[in-house]
Structure formats: C-alpha cells, structure tokens
C-alpha cells in the first residue's frame, strides 16, 4: 500500500482560476529532463472522494471536484503554498474503500 497525498479544489477553481496546467507541463518537462518518473496526476471528480473516510473532505469541497493526487508529499506542500485555496490530505491506498487512487467518476477526462 502506497500513501498519496493530494490537493483538492472545485474543477472551476484548479481547472479554469488558476494556470495549474502550465505548472504540470513544466514539472512534466522537468521530470523528463532527469529521467524521473511521473509521480502526480490531474483527477476530475476523483473517486477517493466516495470513499466514507473522505466524507467531511467531500462537504468541505464545492462540487464537482478536481484534485492533484502525488505519491511526493513536498510536491503537494508546494503546491498548497501556490494555490492557497486548496484542500490538502492523504491517504492510503490501494485498500478496501480507496481500491484504486487514481480512479474518476467523470466520463470525460
């Protein structure tokens, strides 16, 4: 089981508000320049959010949902720092409740 640690906001917030995009594509080239392998994805609708441990997060974020989820907790922290508006955790998966960390219930990614 891996812990993965995540930044959550409204899709309209992370998506459309604030140029996380461009903050990806250039942790993307930088990852790709040292070889390193990719460790952080863009969810729509995550589907962690349903799990019943998650609920209390689920209320506190408008709907529907984006997150970024990374297995580099310092990651997250700096994107926490960046964004501010943001609700960060972790969790631990794969388990019970969470079977699949990265899973969506958007039909379209």
Known sequence: MKTYY??????????????IEEVLKERTRNYHEQEKEIDFWLIKQPAFLEAVEMKDIKKKCPQ???AIISTN??????LKLRLEY???????????SIPNPLASLSTVS
């Open 86 to 96: 943001v609700i960060t955790g972790e969790f631990s998966a794969p388990s019970d």
């Open 64 to 66: 529907p949902a984006a």
């Open 6 to 19: 995540y930044v959550l906001a409204s899709q309209h917030f992370l998506m459309e508000e604030e140029p």
């Open 73 to 78: 907790a310092q990651f997250i922290t700096w």
